[in-house]
């Protein structure tokens, strides 16, 4: 069965802690794989596409890798802003290009 | 102003009403879904559509419909609400050719008493 997990299930750091978030997912044929951002009681913002093992994405303090059966979400010196659920997804090939999404990272730095 | 809107962002109902939700886009998207949220159970597809006249259903579509009024509008209609349809419900666009890559309006917090 196609799935998406992620862990952990919550994390707490501390301003200038750098931690990492994984993505592990099982899919028949993987065509890319999403990171979101979502703020309390706001939609998902889109970070990042990865396409393929081996390739990296930065923005910012984050930066997104991938492997074959798993991503990662760098966070090197987080800030207070920083503070928020991440979602992972993945696309299948299917025929209608399937998402999955992830149940999230809740990710909380304090000052 | 935002791409993705949705209306209204809050709502609260009783057992057994027709309730309508609206989503407008001026992305120019032709994709657009309707998920919703539960806590520990992340984002659960409805419908999605791909153009007006493609209306197909996602893993949770019972007791929900749909309708796409143009390519910018898609709406998600529950006929008789039950309490267990209590969520946060959002409307996503994505281009069509490329990847999924889906973007978000601000979602409905829908609440059924």
């Known amino acids: 069965e196609d799935q998406v997990t992620q862990s952990p299930e919550a994390l707490r750091l501390q301003e200038g802690e750098s931690s990492s978030l994984n993505c592990s997912y099982t899919?028949?044929?993987?065509?890319?794989l999403f990171w979101y951002r979502q703020d309390p009681g706001k939609g998902p913002e889109f970070l990042f596409t990865?396409?393929?093992a081996g390739e990296e994405k930065e923005k910012e303090r984050l930066k997104a890798t991938l492997t074959k059966k798993e991503s990662f979400l760098h966070i090197t010196a987080p800030k207070p802003e920083d503070s928020a659920t991440y979602l992972c997804?993945?696309?299948?090939?299917?025929?209608?290009?399937?998402?999955?999404f992830g149940p999230g990272t809740s990710l909380s730095v304090i000052p | 102003d935002a791409d993705v809107t949705q209306t209204p962002r809050n709502r609260i109902t009783k057992t057994g009403k027709r309730i309508m939700l609206e989503c407008s886009q001026t992305?120019?998207?032709?994709?657009m879904y309707w998920y919703r949220q539960d806590p520990g159970l992340g984002l659960r597809l409805i419908y999605y559509?791909?153009?007006?006249?493609?209306?197909n259903k996602g893993e949770i579509s019972d007791g929900y419909s749909v309708s796409r009024q143009a390519q910018a509008k898609f709406s998600l209609s529950l006929e008789s609400a039950i309490p267990n349809q209590t969520a946060l419900y959002f409307c996503?666009?994505?281009?069509?050719?490329?990847?999924?890559?889906?973007?978000f309006g601000p979602g409905t917090r829908l609440t059924v008493l």
């Open positions: 996503a666009t994505s281009d069509l050719g490329g990847l999924n890559e889906q973007f």
């Open positions: 899919v028949s044929g993987l065509r890319g």
């Open positions: 990865l396409y393929s």
């Open positions: 997804a993945v696309e299948e090939g299917t025929s209608y290009d399937k998402v999955i």
């Open positions: 992305k120019g998207h032709d994709r």
């Open positions: 559509s791909f153009d007006v006249k493609d209306i």
